[in-house]
């Protein structure tokens, strides 16, 4: 999925839009480092330009005139107003597209002179044959100017990307971190490059895609320019999350961490300026779209879908359960969800909503055998490199411009060649995955939970490592789909508990209601940040529990506007789109029916969590049945139902004679 720069304003004093002062080379070198022009200099950048990897790129310090950096750093500071915006890819404060400075009224321009006198050398044309000499990348647009202000503080990011789109041809990066208090790599922020993997396909066709692991970090500095030129399907790179400070009196210290940059983007020439082609930017993104599909490389996207087909499916109803089915799924889950009347508001809150949430599932007995080895792995170390994680049962999820996280597929749980110990091989994990789940007796329960036929099943358990991993916003095509997650995250802190807390309350007040609507509108479950405990003598242990460490799993609603990012879903506190959304959590199942128009994602893991977060994801093909008018999948209903969680004495299903469900 592309993403396209939203470009709120700068200010709002925006009138008629003026011309952009032209520099003369000798006006515009003024403007940076005495000697950057110098022939050597420039040669030494160039010769360096071409023997960089994993793909090319340069590095710049003291780029600009340290005099007017340091201005352009205090205007920012006074007079920009920046927005914080957040999707699946990034979290950031942005400020407006900077080429809207022309279209400021006076007053509004007086008060940033040197932001304005720093982007006309940006784009002066001295300075852009100087990135068109280094880069080998030809004629510079100086009309089309692209860049903006981002501010990144403790907690933002930008996940794995190419930036290829439209008439970009070099993507640059200034930094303004704090001149006087250096940034420190363990801080994070760095600028890291991925490697391009080459696979020639049995056909001979050779497709490229990002590796994994990144192999170049750049850490941020006062004064540097990073730049690299454009290239679809290879110049995949991210933005390090910005880490958060032990305590509060450190951050002050380091003074915030706030990696702060103007980034932007060199285009080809526009219709009237030197070098201009006619069709250029057309051809542009043909060849672009071309060079991406090149060798077809989703076909070694990972993990591969292995849906097990279900022979001769059929509806579920209580007679299908004799004695040691029952006794069966007794092993794992909790009775109450056995229960006739449980099944019965499962199903028909199910019906209505189109997902569900259903809180401790599995049995206390099992519950804590597998909380025990999840937590114990949960403390483990983990090889840093993707090929040593692989030298165990867990797989690496690619490529990192789609997903990232370990997976764990019913089939490799035995693979004993790749170093799976007989503690792995014998794990509640792989016994969720290849006994309980993919049985019959699970599967005739969860038809009748969710009124569906089961045609097909394949699930898998997933590791998102924190400061790692996360699943960036895919649709599906095809008829809608039945989404089965088990949380088995067994640390707290993700921002989860407190809908329990809210439960235990409200039970306290004598409130017996066995669901919770969370939705605002029809069928859309606010994504609340989690409530801050109130403390009056401690302001700093109320700000740490307001931090978000991701982790969670969101479903949108497609945006049928092509010139808007579909995947935004806090900006300003708007979540409006959002269908369906459950933090990390523990022994909590999840199901949600998924039409072919809704976005999914896990939003990425931050240093800061708590844990690791783990799962058990499953998808289920399902028979098609007429809809309802009005009524669409994904949460099309009155919104999440969150059930008691209470264990009560299960006594069976009752005969048919028995039964007394409304």
Excluded at 346 to 373: C, G, M, T, Y
Aim: hydrophobic share 30%; net charge negative.
């Amino acid at each position: 999925m592309k993403r396209k720069a939203q470009s709120p304003a700068v200010d709002d004093k925006l009138t008629k839009k003026k011309s952009k002062t032209s520099l003369g080379h000798d006006d515009a070198k003024k403007r940076f480092r005495k000697g950057l022009f110098d022939k050597d200099v420039l040669n030494k950048y160039t010769q360096g330009y071409a023997k960089s990897t994993p793909y090319k790129h340069s590095v710049i310090h003291e780029l600009i005139d340290d005099t007017l950096l340091r201005t352009v750093r205090e205007e920012i500071k006074d007079n920009v107003s920046f927005t914080p915006k957040e999707t699946d890819i990034y979290k950031i404060h942005q400020s407006g597209d900077l080429a809207n400075l022309d279209g400021l009224d006076d007053e509004a321009l007086a008060k940033l002179p040197s932001l304005l006198t720093l982007r006309d050398a940006m784009y002066s044309q001295a300075f852009r044959d100087y990135v068109a000499h280094i880069t080998g990348c030809g004629p510079l647009s100086g009309r089309k100017t692209d860049m903006a202000i981002n501010v990144y503080t403790p907690g933002c990011y930008l996940l794995c990307h190419d930036d290829v789109i439209g008439s970009r041809k070099v993507s640059y990066i200034l930094y303004l971190t704090d001149p006087d208090t250096p940034w420190k790599p363990e801080w994070g922020g760095a600028l890291r490059l991925f490697p391009v993997q080459t696979i020639e396909g049995k056909d001979g066709q050779v497709a490229r895609t990002p590796a994994p692991d990144v192999s170049k970090i750049i850490p941020p500095a006062w004064n540097q320019l990073s730049f690299f030129a454009v290239q679809p399907g290879e110049s995949f790179h991210d933005v390090e999350e910005v880490y958060h400070a032990e305590t509060k009196q450190q951050l002050e210290k380091e003074g915030g961490r706030v990696r702060m940059a103007i980034s932007g983007w060199f285009h080809i020439p526009q219709i009237g300026e030197d070098g201009y082609v006619a069709g250029a930017e057309e051809k542009l993104a043909k060849n672009s779209g071309l060079m991406q599909l090149q060798g077809n490389p989703d076909q070694y996207d990972m993990p591969r879908p292995k849906p097990i087909t279900v022979e001769q499916p059929q509806p579920s109803s209580p007679e299908d359960f004799d004695e040691t089915d029952l006794e069966y799924l007794l092993k794992y889950m909790a009775p109450t969800y056995l229960t006739p009347d449980t099944l019965d508001q499962v199903r028909d809150h199910f019906d209505e909503a189109s997902s569900i949430v259903l809180p401790n599932l599995l049995n206390k007995k099992f519950a804590k055998k597998l909380q025990e080895f999840v937590a114990a792995q949960d403390g483990s170390p983990l090889p840093e490199d993707s090929a040593d994680v692989e030298k165990g049962p867990w797989r690496v999820a690619k490529p990192p411009h789609k997903h990232r996280y370990l997976y764990l597929q019913p089939d490799n749980t035995t693979t004993k060649k790749n170093g799976a110990s007989k503690k792995e091989d014998n794990s509640p994990i792989k016994e969720l995955l290849e006994e309980f789940l993919p049985s019959p007796q699970f599967r005739r329960w969860l038809q009748m939970a969710t009124s569906s036929v089961i045609e097909s099943h394949d699930f898998m358990a997933r590791r998102f490592r924190r400061g790692k991993d996360y699943t960036l916003a895919t649709g599906h095509e095809g008829k809608p789909r039945l989404e089965l997650t088990l949380g088995i995250t067994p640390t707290r802190g993700w921002g989860d508990e407190d809908d329990a807390e809210e439960s235990a309350a409200e039970e306290e007040n004598g409130d017996n209601s066995k669901t919770n609507t969370k939705g605002k509108g029809k069928g859309k479950a606010k994504a609340e940040a989690p409530k801050k405990k109130k403390n009056k003598d401690s302001k700093e242990e109320e700000e740490e529990a307001a931090t978000e460490v991701g982790g969670h799993e969101v479903y949108m609603a497609g945006d049928d506007d092509a010139s808007e990012d579909a995947a935004v879903y806090k900006s300003g506190g708007d979540d409006d789109n959002i269908l369906f959304f459950q933090a990390a959590a523990w022994n909590k199942m999840t199901l949600v029916l998924r039409d072919s128009g809704a976005l999914k994602f896990v939003k990425y893991v931050s240093r800061k969590a708590p844990g690791d977060r783990w799962d058990i994801s499953g998808t289920f093909e399902v028979e098609e049945e007429e809809e309802d008018s009005g009524d669409d999948a994904a949460g099309a209903g009155g919104g999440v139902g969150v059930f008691d969680d209470t264990e009560e004495e299960w006594n069976g299903f009752p005969s048919s004679s028995d039964s007394d469900s409304d």
